[in-house]
């Protein structure tokens, strides 16, 4: 069993492939879209738009979703595991500002990590500048596979 809050990315070949990425607050996922997915080089700030929020259930969610159904296509955990949120306020709280700073401890993911909105559901997610930040790497090119399964999203 994974501590709590959770964050969870899931890599999602809907009609046009993105990566997820969902915070636990209280008893929701709140969520994202990116389409371009996380990166490890704080130099690189990658568009993130705000979804709907996700129920918590949904963190365990990898396979196909059917035709005809909303966000129709493979689902895959990319990547999962606890989260901090490093200020001092609720998520919530940070959410309304426009502010988010998180510390993951996921497989792939570790470190701090930055959501900074820009416009309406429009928000910039990058790798903040720490000890597990690499600019010599693309993690999603690197390390396609799940972390539950360790399927590629072509194998699901
Ligand atoms: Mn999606």
């Known amino acids: 069993m994974i501590e709590k809050p959770i964050f969870v990315i899931q890599k999602h070949n809907a009609r046009s492939l993105h990566y997820d990425f969902r915070l636990e607050s209280n008893e929701v996922l709140i969520s ?25 259930e949904y963190a365990t969610f990898e ?52 959501l900074i909105k820009t416009d309406k559901r429009n928000w910039l997610f990058f790798k903040m500048k720490d000890q597990f930040a690499n600019s010599d790497r693309d993690i999603v090119i690197d390390e396609p596979r799940s972390v539950i399964s360790g399927k590629t999203i072509e194998e699901l």
């Open 63 to 114: 396979g196909i979703i059917p035709e005809g159904e909303y966000g129709a296509g493979a689902v895959l955990i990319w990547d999962r595991g606890p989260y901090k949120n490093l200020k001092n306020q609720p998520i919530e709280t940070c959410l309304k500002d426009g502010i988010i700073t998180v510390w993951l401890e996921g497989k792939k993911l570790k470190g701090g990590y930055a």
């Open 32 to 56: 994202w879209a990116i389409p371009k997915g996380p990166s490890t080089n704080p130099a690189i700030k990658h568009l993130a738009i705000q979804t709907e929020d996700h129920s918590l």
